[in-house]
């Protein structure tokens, strides 16, 4: 059987991303604390001593900075993009699983742990060997040590103390059978009346849920997708069409393609077209059907139902509003609920935290019951002996968590004060109890003005974390 090799054919490349960090740049010269860039797939904000966080939503990415990790008093730009396209193993023998994360401005330090939370592809992470990888200024990548990585779920955490680009690789197990999850896109359109051609798109799919997360109202260009699971073994998917209406004939020699799944790539927002298939019929047709048959070296089969007409429109379906809107009020439009203040703990509600809990303490009272309730695995709590605070890095990977759960700060903080019940340790249920019920007190008593570009905070109540009225003694 002779197959056809398919090169890659970009459909779209990213903005320049030089020309993206220039005008932030300039953005945050004057931009206020907590207000949001954002482009594309690029996203930054001004943060200060109170920290924050950055999300990019369509790529489920999760920038954390803990209170505390900028110096009292300074305005500290923050962004992170996911604009690569990486395609094949970074290290041989080896299969990138995540997207490729770069945080800047590079070499921007910090006086604690920022975390750096992104999806992997691993449909069974417990047979892979998770490899967390940074890339150096000459541009080569490089092991992280182990103790600044956490694998939990479908997520991959990175404790930073500085900023430059990130991912992460994997290999299977002695003896276990890995496998990664990816999506294969179909899509057809009519060309000069009677030709007919048929695109397929392959790529990593790191979402963390079974549907792909997109701007409501917008659709994708992939008349069809779905997910596809694949052995770190398989080497090869071969794709054919079959089905075709009578009266359809296919050109070319070959009639299966090959894709290598060395070249898939690991940003889900690109359009790639990996291979594609035209057919001629001899009279105007009214409509289309095929089926695209994908097979992998395994012999795992999948097969998507592809149906069109002539004057299929890609965005039929769109709000006509959605075309008149900012960046900011796309981003908005998928984060109804963000504000600059969510997620943001005080520095002495942390402070307070991480003296009581760095302290050992019987009936797993301290740090290491935390990590437990946490369900961190004995290895992960073995890593944070050596830390000066692994209740302050353990805080940082509960609050992160907490985002990509979406839950809001007063959520959180209920359930960090539910744990702390289950570990019997009031003293630290206390304190959250009375930093709660203060906060509140304090923003009952206030009407807030706060705004976030032009757009006004909604009257939720949100719990003040501004640094008033917290609990202090932590005697």
Same mark, same amino acid.
């Given at each position: 059987?002779?197959?056809?090799?398919?090169?890659?054919?970009?459909?779209?490349?990213?903005?320049?991303?030089?020309?993206?960090?220039?005008?932030?740049?300039?953005?945050?010269?004057?931009?206020?604390?907590?207000?949001?860039?954002?482009?594309? #797939? &690029?996203?930054?904000?001004?943060?200060?001593?109170?920290?924050?966080?950055?999300?990019?939503?369509?790529?489920? !990415?999760?920038?954390?900075?803990?209170?505390?990790?900028?110096?009292?008093?300074?305005?500290?730009? !923050?962004?992170?993009?996911?604009?690569?396209?990486?395609?094949?193993?970074?290290?041989?023998?080896? !299969?990138?699983?995540?997207?490729?994360?770069?945080?800047?401005?590079?070499?921007?330090?910090?006086?604690?742990?920022? /975390?750096?939370?992104?999806?992997?592809?691993? !449909?069974?992470?417990?047979? @892979?060997?998770?490899? =967390?990888?940074?890339?150096?200024?000459?541009?080569?990548?490089?092991?992280?040590?182990?103790?600044?990585?956490?694998?939990?779920?479908?997520?991959?955490?990175? &404790?930073?103390?500085?900023?430059?680009?990130?991912?992460?690789?994997?290999?299977?197990?002695?003896?276990?059978?890995?496998?990664?999850?990816?999506?294969?896109?179909?899509?057809?359109?009519?060309?000069?009346?009677?030709?007919?051609?048929?695109? /397929?798109?392959?790529?990593?799919?790191?979402?963390?849920?079974?549907?792909?997360?997109?701007?409501?109202?917008?659709?994708?260009?992939?008349?069809?997708?779905?997910?596809?699971?694949?052995?770190?073994?398989?080497?090869?998917?071969?794709?054919?069409?079959?089905?075709?209406?009578?009266?359809?004939?296919?050109?070319?020699?070959?009639?299966?393609?090959?894709?290598?799944?060395?070249?898939?790539?690991?940003?889900?927002?690109?359009? /790639?077209?990996?291979?594609?298939?035209?057919?001629?019929?001899?009279?105007?047709?009214?409509?289309? &059907?095929?089926?695209?048959?994908?097979?992998?070296?395994?012999?795992?089969?999948?097969?998507?139902?592809?149906?069109?007409?002539?004057?299929?429109?890609?965005?039929?379906? =769109?709000?006509?509003?959605?075309?008149?809107?900012?960046?900011?009020?796309?981003?908005?439009? /998928?984060?109804?609920?963000?504000?600059?203040?969510?997620?943001?703990?005080?520095?002495?509600? @942390?402070?307070?935290?991480?003296?009581?809990?760095?302290?050992?303490?019987?009936?797993?009272?301290?740090?290491?019951?935390?990590?437990?309730?946490?369900?961190?695995? =004995?290895?992960?709590?073995?890593?944070?002996?050596?830390?000066?605070?692994?209740?302050?890095?353990?805080?940082?990977?509960? &609050?992160?968590?907490?985002?990509?759960?979406?839950?809001?700060?007063?959520?959180?903080?209920?359930?960090?004060?539910?744990?702390?019940?289950?570990?019997? #340790?009031? =003293?630290?249920?206390?304190?959250?109890?009375?930093?709660?019920?203060?906060?509140?007190?304090?923003?009952?008593?206030?009407?807030?003005?706060?705004?976030?570009?032009?757009?006004?905070?909604?009257?939720?109540?949100?719990?003040?974390?501004?640094?008033?009225?917290?609990?202090?003694?932590?005697?």
């Amino acid at each position: 059987m002779t197959y056809s090799y398919c090169l890659l054919q970009f459909s779209n490349r990213p903005p320049d991303d030089d020309h993206i960090i220039a005008e932030f740049n300039k953005f945050a010269l004057k931009g206020e604390i907590g207000e949001r860039y954002l482009i594309g #797939n &690029f996203v930054g904000s001004v943060f200060d001593s109170k920290g924050g966080y950055l999300t990019l939503p369509s790529q489920e !990415v999760v920038l954390y900075v803990p209170p505390g990790a900028i110096e009292e008093g300074k305005r500290q730009p !923050v962004y992170c993009h996911c604009n690569e396209y990486k395609y094949g193993a970074i290290h041989a023998g080896k !299969v990138v699983l995540s997207p490729i994360v770069h945080c800047g401005p590079d070499g921007a330090e910090f006086e604690r742990d920022v /975390v750096l939370a992104f999806p992997h592809c691993a !449909v069974n992470p417990n047979n @892979w060997n998770f490899t =967390a990888l940074t890339r150096d200024k000459e541009g080569s990548w490089n092991k992280l040590p182990e103790d600044t990585t956490f694998v939990k779920d479908e997520f991959v955490f990175v &404790f930073l103390d500085h900023f430059t680009g990130y991912t992460a690789e994997g290999d299977a197990k002695e003896g276990k059978n890995a496998q990664r999850r990816i999506t294969i896109g179909a899509t057809g359109c009519f060309h000069r009346d009677t030709w007919c051609q048929i695109k /397929v798109g392959v790529w990593c799919d790191t979402g963390s849920r079974s549907e792909s997360r997109q701007i409501p109202g917008i659709s994708t260009s992939w008349k069809q997708r779905t997910a596809f699971c694949v052995s770190e073994k398989d080497k090869i998917l071969i794709t054919e069409i079959e089905d075709v209406d009578k009266g359809l004939q296919q050109l070319g020699s070959s009639k299966k393609k090959m894709i290598r799944l060395a070249d898939v790539g690991t940003d889900k927002d690109t359009e /790639v077209t990996n291979c594609q298939f035209t057919f001629r019929h001899a009279d105007k047709p009214k409509d289309f &059907f095929c089926t695209v048959s994908v097979t992998s070296d395994g012999q795992e089969n999948i097969k998507l139902d592809l149906f069109f007409f002539p004057t299929d429109t890609q965005l039929s379906d =769109a709000d006509p509003k959605l075309a008149e809107m900012t960046n900011a009020e796309l981003y908005r439009k /998928v984060n109804a609920d963000w504000d600059p203040r969510d997620s943001r703990v005080s520095e002495d509600l @942390w402070r307070c935290l991480c003296q009581l809990l760095d302290v050992p303490r019987d009936g797993k009272k301290d740090w290491r019951g935390f990590a437990e309730k946490l369900g961190l695995e =004995a290895s992960q709590i073995n890593t944070l002996e050596l830390k000066e605070s692994p209740t302050s890095r353990l805080l940082s990977f509960y &609050f992160t968590m907490e985002k990509i759960r979406g839950n809001r700060l007063d959520t959180s903080l209920q359930r960090l004060m539910e744990i702390f019940v289950e570990m019997e #340790n009031h =003293a630290a249920k206390t304190y959250v109890i009375n930093y709660t019920e203060k906060a509140s007190v304090h923003d009952s008593q206030s009407v807030s003005d706060d705004t976030v570009g032009n757009n006004r905070i909604d009257d939720e109540t949100i719990p003040n974390t501004q640094g008033q009225n917290e609990p202090t003694d932590c005697a």
